[in-house]
């Protein structure tokens, strides 16, 4: 079992920045692709990023390329999300996901990862 819990997140102001964390405290997280993935109030959850088991991949959602960076420890069995240039719009609840569907580098969907956290709330004040 794959069990992660996020932590780092708050209330930022506009252009601020965030670090999340995502640990596990069961099974090593070296075999998974891991993502960040966001919900928004009355919105459905949407990939933010991805990072392959190597961590030489990395996919972004349009929306934050250039402002946030995916990278992951697999020693400390511990992936981030730095988050730059933060806006309003970027306010949800921040999950991470661990998956191991197929052969692929990285997943984007959300039924492609099979153990998820409990979320950590990122509120970007105007």
């Known amino acids: 079992q794959v069990q992660l819990v996020e932590s780092g997140g708050g209330l930022v102001q506009a252009g601020g920045s965030l670090r999340l964390s995502c640990a596990s405290s069961g099974r090593t997280i070296s075999s998974y692709a891991m993502g960040w993935f966001r919900q928004a109030p009355g919105k459905e959850r949407e990939v933010v990023a991805a990072?392959?088991?190597?961590?030489?991949?990395?996919y972004y959602a349009d929306s934050v390329k250039g402002r946030f960076t995916i990278s992951r420890d697999n020693a400390k069995n511990t992936v981030y999300l730095q988050m730059n240039s933060l806006k309003p719009e970027d306010t949800a609840v921040y999950y991470c996901?661990?998956?191991?569907?197929?052969?692929?580098?990285?997943?984007?969907?959300?039924?492609?990862?099979?153990?998820w956290g409990q979320g950590t709330q990122v509120t970007v004040s105007s």
């Open positions: 990072i392959s088991r190597s961590g030489v991949t990395t």
């Open positions: 996901a661990a998956g191991w569907i197929n052969s692929a580098p990285l997943y984007t969907k959300t039924y492609e990862y099979s153990y």
